[in-house]
């Protein structure tokens, strides 16, 4: 009798754990309170050549205030809405679920992007990028421009993904990095249809782009679904979304962003907890004769874990049936939750 009563006790406490992990983030009780900031950075930290620049970012804490805020980087022709797309058919909006989970939200416009500063485009490397992001970094932890937060957390996309990497192994004052949309290899195969969506901004006509350097690149009217939602269903909504906020990049960011983030492990040299998270069709990083395999999020760890320290407790998650831009997919909220769920774990609001 002792035993049944024992393992009806431990299949209780398993379901409890299970129902603990699969329960939902629970709401805020009001809407984030949001707003504008400018932050000066540098692209280089020299006494002579500093390459002064502002940073621009969009600030959104919740109504009970947080101890931690996610600094969102994004990848290559996307700026801070990529964080908070609007004009879906379904909501897609990872800051809103941040927020609501009682997180902090600092989506920034990568210098070049949206409302940042607009350099030549010859000036801009990853490391450049990780430099000011790292600048942003001190600025939410000393207060200097509104709250004043003790945890920061880097989450990137793509290319934000190596440019947050570096930030965290060059700088080392951030508290945990979630890493989307990269893996320490490539499908050289399934890299050649973004590849070729690529055109110089001067051939593109949208008014943003009219007074910028021409040798930013962005991808030709009509081809992001082929470019980063190939994988995934065609959703119209989400496809029009993406072309109608698109932005720019510089070669030299994915230069060096292929090197460090992808050819070598310069992974390694973070600290803190990381989570990776990718979706299971991303044809450039995934799959082929020589990209990563992100078919589970198990098989997603055993190829991942070797390029990362134990300090960063590496954890994986697989966005299942979508492409390269896991947050327009109809299911991006499953990657969201987790998010959310592995940031209160690992960090701490």
Known sequence: MRLFWRR????TAACLVLGALLAPVPAGAADATCRDLDIPVSLIELPVLKLDQTMHGRLCVPAGGSNTVQVLVPGGSYNSSYWDIAGTSTPRSYRKVLNQAGFATLAVDRIGTGRSSKPLSALLTAFGQANAVSQVVKAMKSGSHGPKFAKVVL?????????SIIAAATHGNVDGVIATGMVHK?????????????SPVLLDGKPEFRNMDPT?????????YNAFHL?????ASAVAADEATKDVFAVGELLDATLLG???PYSRKVKVPVLVAMAS???AACGGLLGGDCSTAESLMRFEGPNFAPEAKLRTFVLPNYGHALNFAPNAHEFFRTAARWSQEMVGR
């Open 231 to 235: 994988g995934g269903p065609y959703d």
């Open 216 to 224: 930013y690149l962005t991808t030709t009217k009509g081809m992001r």
């Open 8 to 11: 009806i006790g431990t299949a």
């Open 281 to 283: 069709n991303d044809g």
């Open 262 to 264: 992808v050819l070598l």
């Open 186 to 198: 490539l499908n050289l195969l399934g890299a050649i249809p973004p590849l070729t969506t690529f």
């Open 155 to 163: 989450a990137g996309h793509s290319a934000g993904t190596a440019i």
